[in-house]
């Protein structure tokens, strides 16, 4: 197990018109995190910085896609997408 700080595990919020409508409507929110952290890494990163409790957490690595230049074809790099549903009593403001 890699031992990351919660800082850099957690790269950035996702914000979307479905992570928006996800956030106000089942309290669940999406973030970019790093490649290498686990689940319980994801939780308890977003449970230090937040300061909210984490009821779950659901990951998948997006491919990164391949793209057209005018020198050629590219692939850009992959990253992994978290989504964590928070406990119904916790809030968390993004904006």
């Given at each position: 197990?890699?031992?990351?700080?919660?800082?850099?595990i957690?790269?950035?919020p996702?914000?979307t018109?479905?992570?928006?409508?996800?956030?106000?409507?089942r309290?669940?929110?999406?973030?970019?995190?790093?490649l290498?952290?686990?689940?319980?890494q994801?939780?308890?990163?977003?449970q230090s910085?937040?300061?909210v409790?984490?009821?779950?957490?659901?990951t998948?690595v997006?491919?990164?896609?391949?793209v057209?230049?005018?020198?050629?074809?590219?692939?850009?790099?992959?990253w992994?997408?978290a989504?964590?549903?928070l406990h119904p009593?916790?809030?968390l403001?993004?904006?």
């Amino acid at each position: 197990m890699i031992a990351l700080q919660p800082t850099h595990i957690i790269k950035r919020p996702l914000i979307t018109e479905k992570s928006t409508w996800e956030g106000t409507s089942r309290n669940r929110f999406s973030f970019e995190v790093d490649l290498r952290a686990n689940k319980t890494q994801i939780k308890d990163a977003i449970q230090s910085i937040y300061n909210v409790r984490v009821v779950g957490v659901a990951t998948q690595v997006r491919k990164g896609e391949i793209v057209r230049t005018r020198f050629g074809e590219k692939q850009e790099t992959s990253w992994k997408k978290a989504v964590v549903e928070l406990h119904p009593d916790d809030k968390l403001e993004l904006f």
